[in-house]
T-cell receptor, first 112, second 115 residues
């Protein structure tokens, strides 16, 4: 079965600092990997997705993620955090049966 | 134009009542889902439908019954509501099995509070 693990349920960074949110996946076949963001009282919004075209994926709002097969990782980064980045972030993997499996989420706090 | 819309956005009801949440998608997707998000933000898949057929029914009490009248709609009916049913319920949709690299689109959620 597919699964993802997000290390760190809470991450705090200073405004302007690097954001690094970790995600490791478990998949027996080439995975389809996604990062979603959830702002307070809203639904999940796609940040970016890996679909095997390129290992470095750029998403919205300056976020990017790098797929590393040797480490089974798909960590999310942003060079400089903004206050508006404060939200819940979810990593997800999709199997060949069209089912999504979400990580437990990481709450990002940005300190002014 | 809202891609995935669910109603109501908020639902407060008493224990023992029966309630429904409606979901509609205008994306032409074949697969629809219901997720439950608890107070710790954990997202748990409840049901998955593909072309109106049930694909996944996770360990959800049979008080929860999904209904898909057509592939654009997936409603969730809950009987005999319990305090533990309080959560945010999300509807989502994605393209079918022929497009495995496509993402899921989520509705805005329904915050259910059982008192």
């Amino acid at each position: 079965a597919q699964s993802v693990t997000q290390l760190g349920s809470h991450v705090s960074v200073s405004e302007g600092a690097l954001v690094l949110l970790r995600c490791n996946y478990s998949s027996s076949v080439p995975p389809y990997l996604f990062w979603y963001v959830q702002y307070p009282n809203q639904g999940l919004q796609l940040l970016l997705k890996y679909t095997s075209a390129a290992t470095l994926v750029k998403g919205i709002n300056g976020f990017e993620a790098e797929f590393k097969k040797s480490e089974t990782s798909f960590h999310l980064t942003k060079p400089s955090a903004h206050m508006s980045d404060a939200a819940e972030y979810f990593c997800a993997v999709k199997d060949t049966g069209n089912q999504f499996y979400f990580g437990t989420g990481t709450s990002l706090t940005v300190i002014p | 134009d809202t891609a995935v819309s669910q109603t109501p956005k908020y639902l407060v009801t008493q224990m023992g009542n029966d309630k429904s949440i409606k979901c509609e998608q205008n994306l032409g997707h074949d697969t629809m889902y219901w997720y439950k998000q608890d107070s710790k933000k954990f997202l748990k898949i409840m049901f998955s439908y593909n072309n109106k057929e049930l694909i996944i029914n996770e360990t959800v009490p049979n008080r929860f019954s999904p209904k898909s009248p057509d592939k654009a709609h997936l409603n969730l009916h809950i009987n005999s509501l319990e305090l533990g049913d309080s959560a945010v319920y999300f509807c989502a949709s994605s393209q079918d099995l022929r497009a495995p690299n496509t993402e899921a689109f989520f509705g805005q959620g329904t915050r259910l509070t059982v008192v």
